[in-house]
């Protein structure tokens, strides 16, 4: 069975940085795209940034700039750098990760960023 694993979640300062890691553990065939989603309070989901297996990165136009995506493809983990942190960024931030043939999501780890 697939599980994922965030971790890095804070409370942090405005201006502050954090590091987000989520880990997959079990069998997972064929990694390909890798996302990082967040979901605040009253609010939708929204994705945040996505690497494919070919690293090319895509970002929210909200945090380009500030976040980087990175993956791990040995340890099967992928990354979010958060710098230059916001109030507004303050959610619960969620990992994707597809394979060939299924996709998997992470519990998620809290973000909060205070004034």
């Known amino acids: 069975q697939v599980q994922l694993v965030e971790s890095g979640g804070d409370l942090v300062q405005a201006g502050g940085s954090l590091r987000l890691s989520c880990a997959a553990s079990g069998t997972i065939f064929s990694i390909t795209n890798m996302f990082w989603y967040r979901q605040a309070p009253g609010k939708q989901r929204e994705l945040v940034a996505g690497?494919?297996?070919?690293?090319?990165?895509n970002y929210a136009d909200s945090v380009k700039g500030r976040f980087t995506i990175s993956r791990d493809n040995a340890k099967k983990t992928v990354y979010l750098q958060m710098n230059s942190l916001k109030p507004e960024d303050t959610a619960t931030y969620y990992c994707?990760?597809?394979?060939?043939?299924?996709?998997?999501w992470g519990q998620g780890t809290q973000v909060t960023v205070s004034a």
């Open positions: 994707n990760i597809w394979s060939g043939v299924a996709a998997y």
């Open positions: 690497i494919t297996s070919a690293d090319i990165t």
